[in-house]
């Protein structure tokens, strides 16, 4: 066993982790220079041998929100409010969904895709999942990006009677992102401790995610489904996972500060807070546990 004097001779001293909820600051710090080039690889890499590039960026949100104004609201006539073109309405949804599913995904199956560099040499394992959520930002500012040129385009050079600006409730958009991020990043450490041990998960994920996407007012108001319920036309059970949703309140904040449409209050988004931060940290209690025996089982 060194002593004191003898470990103060090391730059820095790996050893277990003495608790489940651990989150070291001081050693993220010290491998950033780590962190910024699994960003920059999570990044480069993804279309590097595509046709189209990062130009898939754009196309995704796109052709997806061409599709909901067709389906949903020329087809299923749901109205946006407002005047709000349903483009933009469907494209505010998914601007928003797109962010907590890419980190969601990005983050589910860390262990199996990186079981390689985990098992030959030592860094906080955290920073591999932090890099996934720092990447997918970065995608989604240029999906804001595009959501903003369409918003002047439809404000400025359209007939459409649609005079709406953001509202002062854009100084909320730094905490949506966190909670998206924070929400994200704990259901995606949790699924991936699980997928070590239950390979089932990884084919869940995905349909998973695209069912949760139905229950989380993407492609239509929390008021349509408020209305349902009142009506007796859904179950009340349907409208409270829908309304209780974390995901809901907070597409329908970023509707609302963006296009000035949609249901907010502050306590939604106190909710919506608390469970984004209690998802993380259970999320991290379980990555942890499992990054001391995965390699056995992965």
């Known amino acids: ?173 730094p905490l949506v992102v966190f909670i998206m991020a924070f929400l994200g990043l704990g259901f995606g450490m949790m699924i991936s401790s699980m997928t070590t041990k239950y390979r089932d998960l990884t084919f869940l994920v995905g349909f998973g995610v695209q069912l949760l996407m139905y229950g989380s007012a993407v492609m239509y108001p929390l008021s349509l489904i408020q209305d349902k319920v009142s009506q007796g036309k859904l179950p009340d059970w349907v409208g409270a996972f829908i309304e209780y949703n974390p995901m809901t309140t907070i597409i329908e904040l970023f509707r609302h500060i963006t296009l000035g449409v949609g249901t907010f209050s502050l306590s939604k988004l106190g909710y919506a807070t608390l469970v984004s931060i209690m998802v993380f940290l259970l999320g991290l209690i379980v990555f942890n546990k499992t990054e001391k025996t995965f390699i056995d089982t992965v």
């Open 1 to 173: 066993m060194n002593t004191p004097s003898e470990d103060s001779n090391w730059l820095y001293t790996i050893s277990p982790k003495k608790s489940v909820i651990n989150l070291n600051f001081k050693e993220i710090w010290y491998y950033r220079d780590l962190l910024l080039l699994f960003v920059k690889r999570d990044v480069i890499t993804l279309y590097k041998q595509t046709i189209l590039g990062p130009l898939w960026y754009f196309i995704q949100p796109l052709f997806t929100s061409v599709i909901f104004t067709l389906v949903f609201n020329n087809i299923a006539d749901i109205k946006t409010g407002n005047g709000v073109p349903s483009f933009l309405f469907n494209l505010a949804g998914i601007t928003a969904w797109n962010y907590f599913s890419a980190c969601l995904n990005g983050t589910s199956d860390i262990f199996k895709q990186n079981q390689g560099i985990f098992g030959k040499v030592y860094f906080p394992r955290v920073i591999m999942p932090m890099s996934t959520v720092l990447s997918n930002l970065i995608k989604f500012g240029i999906q804001f990006l595009v959501f903003i040129c369409f918003y002047i385009y439809f404000v400025f050079f359209t007939d459409v009677a649609f005079n709406t600006f953001p509202t002062v409730g854009i100084i909320w958009l």
